[in-house]
């Protein structure tokens, strides 16, 4: 596979503040990556870095083998970006084609050039009936819709999104995937997205990449990361109506190998057969007499995310 992207040990502080401790990152042609993390762990930064709104303290950059401090002119023509703020990403007043258009010749592309593309890419997002339309009256998702074709017009090979789905209702939010999924795997791109929703990025994401505290400790497929849970399974049981003491005998149970605490009304239990981890913790909550909503499901993203963050926290605290 071609390397598009490759990062070394790159570092930025804010101020002293350390937001990228040091970030080492591969992207291959074709390739879709995730970028995970809690608030605050350097997502934007680093991409902002990649796409040369914001300069990093040290580290190596090469993007098509050009040299990130050297060659950010060129760079610049072969990545497209979308950053977190759309309201500002283009001109209330003008209508989608306008927009298109008024940034389009702004990157030095031909009137023929920016025609053709927004042909295309109205097509792949399914967006002919909202070209004439002010950006003003458009909705959310149809906004980010018209900043992520903003960022495709000079047919960028690589792509860097910053929560591209953020705020939207998840029908849009689904609609713009699978519009994105199909443009990058039809059109052999290279995406870079960032999402805190872990549906999305299971879904989207051939890799991704675990950042925590201005590094990536960990990355892999979504699979790989979700069998480093060690369970294959998780069984729920409602938080209110469970006593300490049986929350202890579960956790002493052979199948049970953790807990995690995922959401505020369930507590979480790792299994690695369904049946058989199914069966000890029912009959503990018997022998308990807890009467108890009860749920299960296969290992998530999100189960991984939870789990992995969780681990680099009690080692970080430790
Ligand atoms: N302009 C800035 N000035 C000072 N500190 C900043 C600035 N931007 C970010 N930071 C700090 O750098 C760290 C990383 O922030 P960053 O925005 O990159 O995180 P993130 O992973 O994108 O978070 P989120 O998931 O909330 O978008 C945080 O501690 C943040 O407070
Ligand atoms: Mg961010």
Not at 117 to 139: M, P, R, W
Not at 267 to 291: P, Y
Request: proline residues 3%.
């Amino acid at each position: 596979m071609t390397l598009y992207l490759s990062a070394q040990h790159v570092q930025k502080s804010y101020n002293g503040t350390v937001a990228l401790q040091d970030v080492s990152l591969e992207l291959g042609q074709g390739e879709i990556l995730a970028l995970l993390g809690p608030n605050g762990a350097g997502k934007t930064t680093f991409i902002k870095i990649l796409a040369t709104v914001l300069m990093k303290d040290r580290g190596q950059v090469q993007i098509f083998g050009y040299d990130l401090d050297q060659h950010a002119e060129t760079i610049r023509h072969l990545f497209g970006y979308v950053g977190q703020d759309t309201e500002r990403s283009a001109y209330a007043r003008l209508t989608v084609v306008e927009n298109l258009h008024f940034f389009g010749a702004l990157r030095g592309l031909t009137k023929t050039q920016i025609r053709q593309q927004i042909e295309k890419l109205a097509t792949y997002f399914d967006f002919h009936a909202n070209l004439g339309k002010q950006f003003v009256h458009l909705s959310g998702g149809q906004k980010q819709t018209v900043v992520i074709m903003r960022a495709l017009l000079h047919d960028p090979p690589l792509v860097y999104l910053d929560e591209p789905t953020k705020g939207l209702d998840p029908i849009i939010a689904k609609k713009i995937r699978t519009f994105l999924k199909k443009f990058v795997v039809e059109e052999d791109k290279s995406l870079l997205l960032t999402s805190h929703v872990l549906s999305e990025v299971d879904e989207l994401a051939d890799r991704v990449a675990l950042m925590h505290r201005g590094t990536i400790p960990i990355s892999g497929t979504s699979a790989e990361l979700k069998a480093a849970v060690g369970a294959t399974e998780f069984v729920e049981i409602e938080k209110d109506s469970l006593p300490p003491t049986t929350v202890e005998k579960i956790l002493q149970l052979e199948p049970v190998i953790c807990s995690l605490e995922r959401s505020p009304r369930w507590l979480s239990f790792g299994v690695v057969d369904l049946m058989g981890g199914a069966e000890a913790v029912i009959r503990t909550l018997r022998q308990d007499k807890v009467q108890t909503g009860f749920r299960h499901h296969t290992v998530s993203l999100e189960d991984a995310f939870v789990h992995h963050i969780g681990e680099l926290e009690e080692r970080f605290d430790t």
